[in-house]
């Protein structure tokens, strides 16, 4: 029964334990580096797509709450590639540009973009499975968001000052995403506190929806 959405929830919560598992390994190390030198940043939005996909392949099993409840999530993952495309527009320009310093306003419009990305990306998570998930699903996913949304805002603010050279960086053709990282890698890290409580929310929801203790589809 509901099969797709249970490996949608699935995917999710695999995407959750690398994230967390990689937030508190920086913690460890005490120098605040991901795993893999930064590139397992880019574990969370693949597993979010991925997801996602899942959750359109099973479109017939929603019933009308989750059918609405898609759709937002799916407005918001929109959002979050907007953002996506604001953060990543004045990194080109600067690149093509080869400017050696950056305009105040195009570094806010950065910071501020980039934290969309991010807090935005929490708030997908949430519209995904907040109308399964019991009590402490609920209690569980507004901890994580009102952290995610602490910590994204912070992240902005950090990459505002370092757009330069994350240009730079780019523009010196580099294929390791370590320099372009490296500004959010301990604020990233602790981002792991949120992705474990959406990890407990969607156990939650995965139980709840195997267990037959959501609306029925139609």
Known sequence: MAI??????????????????????????????LPFHGDVILLGPAFTALGILFLYLGRHEWNELHRTRVRYANAAFAASLIALALAAAPVVYLTVAGAS?????????????????FAVTFVTYALVAAHLVGRLGELAMALGLAWAAIVSGAIGLAV???????????????????PIVAPITLLDSLLAF?????????????????????????
């Open 4 to 33: 797709n959405l249970r490996l949608s929830l699935t995917v999710f919560k695999l995407g959750f334990a690398v994230e967390c598992a990689s937030g508190f390994v920086a913690f460890a190390s005490k120098t605040g580096q």
């Open 101 to 117: 310093s950056t305009p105040g306003w195009l570094a806010a419009e950065f910071g501020i973009a980039v934290a969309l990305v």
């Open 160 to 178: 505002s000052g370092q757009l330069t050279r994350i240009a730079q960086a780019i523009g010196a053709r580099s294929t390791a995403v370590g």
């Open 194 to 218: 949120s992705y474990l409580a959406f990890f407990l929310a969607f156990v939650d929801a995965h139980y709840r929806v195997a267990r037959g203790l959501t609306p029925a589809p139609t």
